[in-house]
């Protein structure tokens, strides 16, 4: 039996990165298992966020982000420090619970904090451009763009048609109660990446809120599930 005495310095260094390796393999593959928790997570709460923000917002429209100087004309507000001003022309109005009177080719001003040099600050981070971007927007006030903005390209055909025909049902206010009759469980739904934006919260015909999914696809996204061809909540 070898003793420490016994033992070579380089046995020693060949322990030492055995020891090394192992560790870093075992941190490696904990970092990678959180990563996929995270990933999936996003995935799974994107149908949940985007009902829940259009439910808190007062006011949602899809506009027209228009390039400095464009409402020249127009008397600009104060910006505070840290925000910065957007100007608008609004395409559609789909939420206006503080009767702004907004309508169609309406031109304003409106702020939000400025993610220029501050990523983490809680406004929108659409960067201003020479050119007119399309944008979905939020406002909880008639002056505030809120942090839930994004470019109107990246709302999907299921979204659009939501916002359009008023099918964000906000009776249902708190998602976290909302019941997917698939998984039987209430709260975020488990859906798979291609349709996991193609469902929505709404009440059943006994006011219970209920997930359900587009067009004659159950609520859940889940092509694995067993209890699919059962469920009698499908379509929206």
């Known amino acids: 039996m070898e003793t420490l005495d016994n033992i070579s310095y380089s046995q020693m260094l060949q322990f030492r990165k055995s020891v090394t390796n192992s560790t870093l393999g075992y941190n490696l593959k904990m ?16 149908a949940y966020i985007t009902q829940k923000e259009f439910c808190k917002s007062a006011v949602v429209v899809r506009a027209k982000i228009l390039p400095q100087g464009s409402l020249d004309a127009l008397a600009a507000p104060a910006v505070p420090n840290y925000y910065r001003l957007f100007e608008i022309k609004i395409q559609e109005v789909y939420k206006d619970d503080l009767s702004s009177g907004w309508d169609k080719n309406s031109e304003h001003f409106a702020i939000s904090k ?8 809680d406004g929108c981070d659409i960067p201003a451009s020479s050119k007119a971007t399309e944008a979905l927007l939020y406002f909880d006030s008639l002056d505030r763009v809120k942090r839930q903005c994004k470019y109107w390209s990246d709302v999907s055909q299921f979204e659009k048609k939501a916002l359009r025909k008023n099918k964000y049902d906000c009776k249902c206010d708190d998602l976290d109660q909302c019941y997917d009759p698939v998984s039987g469980k209430k709260g975020k739904p488990d859906c798979d990446r291609k349709r996991m934006n193609q469902i929505l919260c709404t009440q059943d015909a006994n006011a219970n809120c209920v997930w359900k999914g587009s067009k004659k696809t159950c609520v859940s996204c889940n092509q694995d599930s067993q209890q699919r061809n059962n469920v009698v909540y499908c379509g929206s």
Do not use: E, G, R, V
Not at 114 to 121: E, G, I, S, V
């Open 31 to 46: 970092l990678t298992q959180l990563f996929s928790l995270l990933f999936i997570n996003i995935l799974t709460c994107k």
């Open 114 to 121: 400025d993610t220029t040099f501050n990523p983490d600050a």
